[in-house]
């Protein structure tokens, strides 16, 4: 079965700016996830979604957000983007959360602010 | 902060070599587990032990857990120059999300 796909793979931004990624999970998975890799601070939950719900929510200002549709598809988004949000972003997904059973990863999407 | 740590930060070892990593935690868990990640890429599950193991294996690799001790090992037997890569332990504190180590970056010599 197609696994978690992420669009785009690289995004340059510029600061201000606003931008939205996407994440289609494997099928039949309603646990979307997403993280933040960066080399400073490593890899850094955000929020996760089940069945369109926000189920949890990392440390994050309020510039993040997300939001999971009917067919569990996922998007985030980062408004007034600034340099220090430059980093790779990761989507998983899971049957029904990642406390119990295994997550996957997308590719990621590689964001560069300029 | 739950994140936990890996030790060592980076391990180079010929190939054929037996590589082991150590994890970490802070927070009791329900289960914990691996991930490696090839350069810049997505993150591949690796392996699942839950806390009421103590030890479990999947082909080359072998992993431990000791929920007193808070921590966990990753040995790679038999090395291979693909296996080259970051490897991270992650736990789920409970929640919804998993928490990740820092990452060991192993770099296997051909």
């Known amino acids: 079965k197609a696994g978690v796909t992420q669009t785009p793979r690289y995004l340059i931004k510029t600061r201000g700016q606003q931008v939205t990624l996407s994440c289609s999970p494997i099928s ?4 979307v996830s997403w993280y933040q890799q960066t080399p400073g601070q490593g890899l850094q939950f955000l929020f996760e979604y089940f069945s369109e719900t926000q189920r949890n929510k990392g440390n994050f200002p309020g510039r993040f957000s997300g939001r999971q549709f009917s067919n569990s598809r996922s998007e985030m988004n980062v408004s007034t983007l600034e340099l220090g949000d430059s980093a790779l972003y990761l989507c ?7 406390f119990s059973t295994e997550a996957f990863f997308g590719q990621g999407t590689r964001l560069t602010v300029v | 902060s739950q994140q936990g740590e890996e030790d060592p930060q980076a391990l180079s070892i010929q190939e054929g070599e037996n590589a082991t990593m150590n994890c970490s935690y802070k ?3 329900n289960n914990l587990q691996w991930y490696r990640q090839n350069s810049g890429r997505g993150l591949v599950h690796l ?23 808070k921590s966990s ?6 090395s291979r120059a693909a296996d080259t890569a970051s ?3 992650a736990t789920d504190g409970g929640a919804n999300n998993l928490f990740f180590g820092t990452g060991t970056r192993l770099t296997v010599i051909p």
Request: proline share 0%.
């Open chain 2, 47 to 69: 392996i699942l032990i839950r806390s009421n193991e103590r030890e479990k294996h999947s082909g080359r690799l072998r992993v431990t857990l000791d929920t007193s001790k």
């Open chain 1, 28 to 31: 039949g998975h309603r646990s």
């Open chain 1, 92 to 98: 998983a997904s899971s049957l029904q959360g990642q």
């Open chain 2, 73 to 78: 090992s990753l040995l790679i037997t038999a």
């Open chain 2, 87 to 89: 490897y991270f332990c």
């Open chain 2, 27 to 29: 927070t009791s868990i």
